[in-house]
T-cell receptor, first 114, second 112 residues
């Protein structure tokens, strides 16, 4: 089955810096890659996603890039703000067998220092 | 506003008791899911349902049960057979196909 590795597990940045979280996946057939943000005590929220026919997608300060050859995708947050502090999860789905069940990474705790 | 509602937010259970966590959505989503999250851990799939009156076991179904009698509702029962039930439980729903989840706000279950 699919395996998703996410790094780093913890990321500490100063306000205004950029943050990058990386995920690798194992199933080359996976075709949909969502990212979720989970604030303390709340459920995760979908913040951006990318499909395999696209190499990059942006939404204001966040962007996601996908390298299908290398089987990795990354979340980029520019001009970080304290409210960006949260746990971020990547996921991959659509792999062999066409499963609609995502395989999640283990999460990255992002801390933005004012 | 459309969304997914989990209740209660906090739940305390005595050992040996069954408890039921509620999950209701008004998004008209066909698929619904239950995940367990332990401190510092990722998301582990308990059960999922892609259509009314049908559901499938996930990776950690032992000690849990579900029903899907209505499209809008997917309650999770944590039975006394679950040896370590203290955790944060998340319900999610999704449209058919490759789309992201909408998650509820979670229920924190504590065994006392």
């Amino acid at each position: 089955g699919e395996n998703v590795e996410q790094h780093p597990s913890t990321l500490s940045v100063q306000e205004g810096d950029s943050a990058v979280i990386k995920c690798t996946y194992s199933d080359s057939a996976s075709n949909y890659f969502p990212w979720y943000k989970q604030e303390l005590g709340k459920g995760p929220q979908l913040i951006i996603d990318i499909r395999s026919n696209v190499g990059e997608k942006k939404d204001q300060r966040i962007a996601v890039t996908l390298n299908k050859t290398a089987k990795h995708f990354s979340l980029h947050i520019t001009e970080t703000q304290p409210e960006d502090s949260a746990v971020y999860f990547c996921a991959a789905l659509g792999g062999s067998g066409g499963s609609y069940i995502p395989t999640f990474g283990r999460g990255t705790s992002l801390i933005v220092h004012p | 506003d459309g969304g997914i509602t989990q209740s209660p937010k906090y739940l305390f259970r005595k050992e040996g008791q069954n408890v039921t966590l509620s999950c209701e959505q008004n998004l008209n989503h066909d698929a619904m899911y239950w995940y367990r999250q332990d401190p510092g851990q990722g998301l582990r799939l308990i059960y999922y349902s892609q259509i009314v009156n049908d559901f499938q076991k996930g990776d950690i179904a032992e000690g849990y049960s579900v029903s899907r009698e209505k499209k809008e509702s997917f309650p999770l029962t944590v039975t006394s057979a679950q040896k370590n039930p203290t955790a944060f439980y998340l319900c999610a729903s999704a449209r058919p196909g490759y789309y992201g989840y909408t998650f509820g706000s979670g229920t924190r279950l504590t065994v006392v």
